[in-house]
């Protein structure tokens, strides 16, 4: 039920609100691994493994909406073998992240993004 609802939410959304609720999404979960790590300390098990399940679920959601607008992270989520090593045919090998890519591919990909979330009927040549 989460997926449909989200990408029912994510087509009816302007891309900018998209935007900022992935980045608000990205601190929140940072700020649920700290808690976390807080209950492991002070041995609150029944906590922080409700915490866990719940940086879990809000992990999902923020895959598939930062996915849904940057298309870069959506190739190193989904063909890496750091973040997907199930696949044996990942096309970027293990240890390269996207804070390694390619300043061209950064270019293309942004260029990608705005062709398909924010001006669709943009020429680009």
């Known amino acids: 039920m989460l997926a449909m609802d989200l990408i029912k939410w994510l087509k009816d959304t302007p891309i900018d609100e998209v935007i900022e609720y992935a980045s608000r999404l990205e601190d929140k979960i ?11 300390q002070e ?6 493994e409700k915490m866990l399940e719940e940086i879990k679920y809000y992990s999902k959601v923020y895959r598939m909406t930062r996915g849904y607008f940057d298309s870069l992270f959506v190739a190193y989520e ?5 973040k997907n090593p199930e696949n044996d045919t990942n096309l970027i090998p293990k ?4 804070d390694d890519a390619p300043d061209f591919h950064r270019e293309l990909t942004a260029k990608l993004d705005e062709l398909t979330s924010i001006n669709p009927i943009k020429n680009i040549c």
């Open 30 to 40: 940072e700020e649920m691994r700290i808690d976390a790590l807080n209950y492991i």
């Open 95 to 98: 240890g390269v992240s996207i």
């Open 78 to 82: 989904y063909f890496s073998d750091d």
């Open 43 to 48: 041995e609150e098990r029944d906590s922080a």
